[in-house]
């Protein structure tokens, strides 16, 4: 008997969207809501994903890095689009994201540390962020389970958190509320007729037709097959362990709002939930595709925060994480049309991803609809590294 012939998707589609994470989740989502018909092709939840474990900062002010300027802008841009889109996204699906507008603390714990804080504060100043200089006593008046001994530290109040693993469960109803169709695998090739996309075939051999691909797959990104070697920018996996702790029922929290700190030179991160959890991050390792949790990396976690907070030596332990950030040649996202007419990069986003999902989504809904990229989003046009281009800015 004849083996069955793959299924062939032929609804139609307009666009194609390679990848289940927020970055492809929310670009199918604003696409759908332009009237764009859409399929995504997620396939179950790889614990190493990004997105199921990022913590969910949203915080240019106190990521502001010399040599990032623009990055940051749009960083900012994103950020300042976050309270629309979480309205929309909570309207269409129904569902709470847990965004907090509670602002950012940022914690110098020794002279060094808070030398290097006052230094980034002319960025900041350069770049029009909201962050002010305050002492060490008006840390621990924000946040009085501080370490007394911390030197200082910045508050940014428009820096605010978002909870991943819950907007990424409310985009996907919010997306199939707009009518857009999921199919639980991966893309495997992408399919090229006279120049251009004509669909995507799955790893189970399905054919998903459309004029238009996005790949948005994360670090798996560069695995998808069907086009000319050298095209796609390598996007290098970086590795993240974290922690989730667990306030005992009807204790106060340890913090109220995100804090971050310096320890001797370490960056460390608490992250508050409503649901009593504290995301406690993270390593920042170029260890390839490895996902081992490590005794040094859960240890080096836990003693910078516990000299910043000494109450989180009280929480729960309730997960330990690890994920891979997309990383592009330069560290900036890959956005937009590339090679083939119809084929189009959003990944890369590095450590920013939760921050520019907004901006990338209404960047990338533009490009599917037909546009080009915005003028916020063209510095990271995924073309930069095209070889055709014969150019690159670094």
């Not at 940051?72 to 907090?100: I, L, T």
């Amino acid at each position: 008997m004849r083996a069955a012939e793959p299924p062939i998707h032929d609804g139609a589609y307009d666009a194609v969207i390679a990848g289940g994470g927020l970055i492809g989740l929310a670009t199918a989502w604003r696409a759908a809501r332009r009237g764009l018909r859409v399929a995504v092709l997620a396939p179950a939840g790889d614990p190493a994903a990004a997105s199921g474990v990022a913590a969910g900062m949203l915080t240019p002010a106190t990521e502001a890095m010399f040599g990032e300027e623009e990055l940051m802008r749009f960083g900012v841009d994103s950020r300042d689009r976050y309270p629309g889109f979480v309205r929309d996204v909570q309207a269409d699906s129904g569902e709470e994201v847990g965004y907090r507008e509670r602002g950012t603390l940022q914690i110098a714990f020794d002279t060094d540390d808070l030398s290097r804080l006052t230094e980034l504060g002319e960025l900041r100043s350069r770049l029009g962020l909201k962050a002010e200089r305050i002492t060490s006593r008006e840390c621990r008046r924000l946040e009085p389970m501080l370490a007394p001994g911390v030197r200082g530290g910045v508050h940014a109040p428009d820096d605010h958190s978002v909870d991943p693993r819950r907007l990424a469960r409310a985009l996907r109803l919010a997306a199939a509320a707009r009518g857009a169709a999921f199919i639980a695998d991966r893309a495997a090739e992408v399919v090229c007729e006279g120049g251009r996309v004509r669909g995507v075939r799955t790893a189970g051999g399905a054919l998903v037709r459309a004029e238009q691909a996005v790949l948005a797959a994360g670090v798996w990104t560069p695995s998808i097959g069907g086009l000319p070697e050298g095209l796609l920018p390598p996007v290098r996996p970086v590795k993240g362990q974290l922690l989730r702790l667990r306030t005992p029922a009807g204790e106060e929290p340890i913090v109220s709002r995100t804090v971050r700190g310096l320890v001797k030179g370490t960056p460390v991160y608490l992250i508050p939930r409503a649901d009593g959890e504290v995301v406690l991050g993270a390593t920042q390792e170029e260890m390839g595709a490895d996902t081992r949790l490590t005794a040094g990396g859960v240890y080096r976690i836990l003693r910078d925060a516990h000299e910043l907070v000494p109450g989180v030596g009280e929480l729960e332990i309730a997960e330990a994480c690890v994920g891979l950030r997309p990383g592009s040649p330069d560290n900036e996202p890959l956005l937009g049309p590339l090679g083939p007419a119809g084929l189009h990069l959003a990944t890369g986003h590095f450590r920013h991803g939760v921050l520019l999902t907004p901006g990338t989504a209404d960047a990338m809904a533009e490009v599917l609809a037909g546009g080009a990229l915005p003028d916020f989003a063209r510095r990271f046009a995924a073309a930069r590294f095209e070889p055709a281009a014969g150019r690159g800015r670094h």
